[in-house]
Structures are given as structure tokens and as C-alpha cells.
């Protein structure tokens, strides 16, 4: 199996399982995103959705549904391997065979983070039956190191909506909407990411230089986004036909080509952010309270207000607050 190199990545056109092994060390991946075919006669997909099928590129494998649990254990226990302690995996999959995927991950030391939902703008049509219009994404880590997780990568801790809510923690909940990607009259793959959506993955879970792995690069997106955002790629597509397809494309990008287009955060770290509490901090933080209190301020503002003057984030403050005996 020979590689084709570009960008820094390498890219394989073959099986993933035994190309795996024989190309890709132990513990030497910081990040895999893939999403596995679908076993559900994937080769058929325009019986599922209501597109033109003439852009899309022949040649797709599928695997038999009566192989698809002893497949789903082969390909990852070779992405356990792979990944380094404290590198995480990202797995894309419907709910036929959620079940296969979830029996894998728990034979392996994979330990689960999250099991988000991606909801996305349209589904299956349907008549009988509510309509399915979200994947599953499996976020596992492998124990053993320090987990990459970007907290402030997108939005600043202190960053607020109009109506005062928490962006970062609004782009941190396990729900995801985030609309598929309408590609009239390009060349495509029978299902590929959206960008938005590997951005989110690469942003929070690998820094720039690391290595993402994709074991079905399909429509290359994953690849193409990885480069896009100065990360190295290795992948593999077993379909010739794709493969011939897709990496003349990734000939052409340029590494970085996705960063000026991120939202830059505003982060603003506390002067006294993770310190130890002195008698003298506290006992500005009960004089302070007390007359803010007696101006007949709201909690929530003196929280805000104290926060600002001490150089603290409101959990430091409130729990403070709390163990001083000021909690009403």
C-alpha cells in the first residue's frame, strides 16, 4: 500500500484495519474524527434522501450488516492502539448500529466523555414514523495521558449572548444544530461532515501540528479541514474511485486556508484566577458585599461587580461567599 503524501499528511488507499497496523506506530495519533460506513445499504442512499445523485462519486463500500459488529471491534481496537494516552476519537454514527459501535468501544480501554447529538437541517423522509434528522457522535478518550481539550478555543469564558447567557457554555452542550452542507453541482461523497461541524471537533480537541487520524476519509473532509487548520492528516479510503477522486483536490488547498474565517475569543484571564484566598481578600469581599448589599444591589450584580474588583470568576466568589456565611 503505497502512501500518497501532500501537506505534511499521508494518505492511504486501502483497507484500514490491516493498513493500520502495518502504517501506523502505537500511541503516535493526538486526534481521530471518522465516520464509519453505515451497513444500512449505503451504496443506496438517494432511496433515503431527495438529492440528485449525479455529482456523487461512484464506488462506495459498504459493509454487509451481518459483519458489521465483528467489523466495528477490528477497526477499533486498531484506533486504540493508535492513539497516544490522552487522545480522544470522535466517531460519527446513525442509531442501526449505534449498538455495534457502543459494544466495541466497551471491549477496548477507551473511556466515554460525551455522547453528543448532531441535529442537522433536514431528514429521512418518512410517512409513518417521525422523522430521523440526527447522527450520534461518540467522544471517548484513551486514559493514560492528559486530555487535549481547547476550553477557550472558540469563545472566551466571560463571553455573553444579548440576553446574558454564556456563549462558551452554549457551544460546550452536548446538542449540536448544525446544518448539513447543500452542494448542487459539485463532486461529492455519499455523506460528508459539514465544515462547521470538524472545525468544532479539531478546535477543542488538538492543537495545531498534531496528527488527526481518519480510518474512512470518504469525501476527505476531515482531511481537508485538519490541513485548513495547520493540523497533519493520515487516512485511509478503500474505494479506488474516491480515492483518484479526492486527492487531486487535496492537492490544491493551502495549510492554514480555514483560520482567518475562526471566531478569535475574548479571553480575559482574572488577575487572581485559581489563587488562595488571604484574610485580607476576604475581608475585602465581606466589606464589599456588605455595601452593595445595602444599596439594595441583587446578588447576581454584586457577584458580577465583586468579581471585577477581586480579580475572581463568579464560582470563586459565590463559593467563597458561601463557606463566609454570606449565601442569602
Known amino acids: 500500500m503505497q502512501p500518497v503524501v501532500l501537506h505534511n499528511s499521508t494518505f492511504y488507499n486501502g483497507d484500514c484495519i490491516t493498513g493500520a497496523a502495518e502504517h501506523i506506530a502505537d500511541n503516535s495519533v493526538d486526534l481521530i474524527i471518522t465516520d464509519p460506513p453505515y451497513g444500512i445499504n449505503g451504496d443506496r442512499l438517494h432511496q433515503h434522501y431527495n438529492r440528485n445523485e449525479e455529482f456523487v462519486v461512484e464506488g462506495y463500500v459498504e459493509i454487509p450488516r451481518a459483519d458489521y459488529a465483528d467489523f466495528s471491534i477490528r477497526w ?16 460519527v454514527s446513525g442509531y442501526t448500529n449505534l449498538i455495534d459501535l457502543l459494544n466495541a ?23 409513518r414514523k417521525y422523522v430521523s434528522s440526527h447522527y450520534h457522535i461518540l467522544y471517548y478518550e484513551k486514559p493514560g495521558g492528559r486530555r487535549t481539550f481547547n476550553l477557550e478555543s472558540r469563545y472566551g469564558l466571560h463571553e455573553k449572548t444579548g440576553d446574558g447567557r454564556s456563549l462558551n457554555n452554549f457551544d460546550r452542550e452536548d446538542v449540536w444544530i448544525i446544518n448539513r452542507e447543500y452542494k448542487p453541482g459539485q ?7 459539514p ?29 481537508a479541514v485538519a490541513i485548513g ?26 495549510p492554514g486556508y480555514l483560520v482567518p474565517s475562526l471566531q478569535n475569543p475574548a479571553i480575559s484571564m482574572q488577575k487572581n484566577f485559581r489563587k488562595t484566598w488571604t484574610d485580607n481578600d476576604l475581608r475585602q469581599l465581606h466589606e464589599g458585599y456588605n455595601k452593595l448589599r445595602a444599596e439594595g444591589i441583587s446578588k447576581k450584580h454584586i457577584i458580577a461587580r465583586l468579581g471585577e474588583e477581586l480579580g475572581r470568576g463568579r464560582w470563586s466568589i459565590e463559593k467563597a461567599l458561601k463557606k463566609n456565611g454570606f449565601s442569602h
Open 187 to 193: 463532486v461529492k461523497n455519499k455523506n460528508e461532515l
Open 105 to 127: 468501544l466497551r471491549k477496548t480501554s477507551l473511556k466515554e466523555i460525551n455522547h453528543i447529538i448532531w441535529k442537522y437541517n433536514f431528514g429521512v423522509f418518512t410517512r
Open 229 to 254: 487548520l495547520n493540523r497533519r492528516v493520515v487516512g485511509f479510503e478503500i474505494s479506488q474511485q474516491i480515492f483518484d477522486t479526492k486527492i487531486p483536490e487535496i492537492k490544491t488547498l493551502t
Open 195 to 223: 465544515t462547521r461541524l470538524l472545525i468544532k471537533m479539531i478546535q477543542y480537541s488538538s492543537n495545531e501540528g498534531e496528527l488527526v487520524g481518519d480510518l474512512f476519509l470518504g469525501g476527505f473532509s476531515t482531511a
Open 76 to 91: 477499533i481496537k486498531e484506533a486504540e492502539r493508535v492513539l497516544r494516552p490522552g487522545g480522544s476519537i470522535y466517531i
